[in-house]
Structure formats: structure tokens, C-alpha cells
């Protein structure tokens, strides 16, 4: 079985996010940072070349395969902010209809610019993603 290529390191996580290049997308970044710090109160982590990630857990697919990852965290992919929130959107489908303009994936939110959306309403889903996620959190 393939070895998981992301995996958390010691990059320095406001190095990174300092060296995007889109001025508006650097500021979202450093806004989610905050974010996100405040509500897991843990420090950041690089997780690869391009994901910043809050706390730990392990999962295991039903082929076998496990490993570890972020309880929560961000990147700033070139089409979209890209963040990570492990437990997915079901549970909470009155919070998106709130959120403002984004596109999801199973466990990914998809949003152009911070500008778009409810602050809000983004930090009451980070808050059930941690609180969710917390129950199988490592670190």
C-alpha cells in the first residue's frame, strides 16, 4: 500500500502563507488562520507543501489504509481557499444555506474570497467540525 505523501512537518506555517503571491488571498489566509487558531487553541502545522492543519487524528478506510490527519485546517490553492472540515457539511445544512457564495466537496469548502461569505456563520461550522472531530483527535 502506498505510503500517504502528506504528512505534517516543521515548515514554518506564516512563511507559507506569506509567500502567496494574490495579496487579497494572503489576507483571507492569514484571517482563516486566526480563525481557526482561536477555536482549536492549538498551533498550527504544515501538513505537506500546501496545507496548514490543526490538531491530529487517526483514521482507517475500510480497504485497510490508515493514517493521520488534521482535525481542521486550510490551503490557498490557486482557483479557491480550500478548507478542510473533517466532518463534513450534512449535519448542518441550514448553517451553508447562510454561509454565502461557496462550492463543497465531502469534507472540503471551496470559497474564492472571505469577502463572500458569513464569518459568522464559517466560524459556528468550524466550531461543530473541531467538536466532531475532537472525539477521535490524537493531538
Not at 493514517?67 to 450534512?90: A, C, H, N, V
Not at 466560524?123 to 466532531?132: F, N
Request: aromatic content about 8%.
Amino acid at each position: 500500500m502506498a505510503e500517504l505523501k502528506t504528512k505534517k512537518n516543521d515548515q514554518s506555517v506564516e512563511e507559507f502563507l506569506s509567500k502567496v503571491s494574490d495579496e487579497s488571498r494572503r489576507q483571507d489566509c492569514f484571517t482563516v488562520l486566526s480563525l481557526m487558531k482561536a477555536i482549536t487553541k492549538v498551533e498550527p502545522k504544515m501538513w505537506g507543501a500546501g496545507i496548514v492543519g490543526f490538531g491530529t487524528y487517526q483514521y482507517k478506510y475500510a480497504s485497510g489504509q490508515e493514517g493521520e490527519w488534521p482535525i481542521i485546517g486550510f490551503s490557498p490553492r490557486k482557483q479557491d481557499l480550500t478548507l478542510y472540515l473533517m466532518s463534513g457539511f450534512e449535519k448542518s445544512p441550514d448553517l451553508m444555506k447562510k454561509l454565502g457564495k461557496h462550492k463543497t466537496g465531502k469534507s472540503c469548502l471551496y470559497i474564492k474570497k472571505i469577502e463572500d461569505i458569513d464569518l459568522k456563520i464559517l466560524k459556528k461550522l468550524i466550531e461543530q467540525s473541531v467538536k466532531s472531530m475532537s472525539k477521535k483527535r490524537t493531538s
